[in-house]
Antibody
Framework: EVQLVESGGGLVQPGGSLRLSCAASGFIFSDHYMAWVRQAPGKGLEWVGH??????????DYAASVKDRFTISRDLSNNFLYLQMGDLKPEDTAVYYC?????????????WGQGTMVTVSS | SYVLTQPPSVSVAPGKTASITCEGNTIGGKSVHWYQQKAGQAPVLVIYYDTERPSGIPERFSGSSFGNTATLTISRVGAEDEADYYCHVWDSSSDHRLFGGGTKLTVL
């Protein structure tokens, strides 16, 4: 069964850091783009960034709102996706989902995790 | 930057047809994907590449895209279809992915 399970959310102070994890199973992890998508309370979905597949050297791209503060990486040995978040702001408060891209390029997010909540507050 | 616009809400009577639009400049030339998100749950892909249905999605769900508007159509709407719906495209100029603001479908 294809599955994504996020963990690592919690309460963090403004300016702090947090690392989210996403355990992937049931598919060849390196063959797929993987993305992080967030949803602030009562708001819509926002693409955070992605890491491309092995064919594209697992390179990354980020939304302007998180660029230079967030970093996406993979552990290919254990099939984990990470989101390292730094200099956190209250507006980063959201449920963070990891999502699999069907293949790459303009494909859909065909598998989603259940999400993990991040709250940035003093 | 590319912008996708959805109506905030759509209401429909049970058994009728709901149409949810997603507007963007020449969106007909892009691949549009649609997600359903029920309260407290993760999004679920319901339409990909404008018109394709993933396995397990009822035939009542269909999509189209032309010009500046993509449309998700749900026929014979039931209470189980009440949810937020989001369109999504890939912006080739930036290699970024974009979502519309979402549409809340209410079944009267």
């Amino acid at each position: 069964e294809v599955q994504l399970v996020e963990s690592g959310g919690g309460l963090v102070q403004p300016g702090g850091s947090l690392r989210l994890s996403c355990a992937a199973s049931g598919f060849i992890f390196s063959d797929h783009y993987m993305a992080w998508v967030r949803q602030a309370p009562g708001k819509g979905l926002e693409w955070v960034g992605h890491t491309r597949n092995k064919a594209h050297s697992h390179s990354t791209d980020y939304a302007a709102s998180v660029k230079d503060r967030f970093t996406i990486s993979r552990d290919l040995s254990n099939n984990f996706l990470y989101l390292q978040m730094g200099d956190l702001k209250p507006e980063d408060t959201a449920v963070y989902y990891c999502a699999r891209v069907e293949s790459g390029g303009d494909d859909a997010f065909d598998v989603w995790g259940q999400g993990t909540m991040v709250t940035v507050s003093s | 930057s590319y912008v996708l616009t959805q109506p905030p809400s759509v209401s429909v009577a049970p058994g009728k047809t709901a149409s949810i639009t997603c507007e963007g400049n020449t969106i007909g030339g892009k691949s549009v994907h649609w997600y359903q998100q029920k309260a407290g749950q993760a999004p679920v892909l319901v339409i990909y590449y404008d018109t394709e249905r993933p396995s397990g999605i009822p035939e009542r769900f269909s999509g189209s895209s032309f010009g500046n508007t993509a449309t998700l159509t749900i026929s014979r709407v039931g209470a189980e279809d009440e949810a937020d719906y989001y369109c999504h495209v890939w912006d080739s100029s930036s290699d970024h992915r974009l979502f519309g603001g979402g549409t809340k479908l209410t079944v009267l």
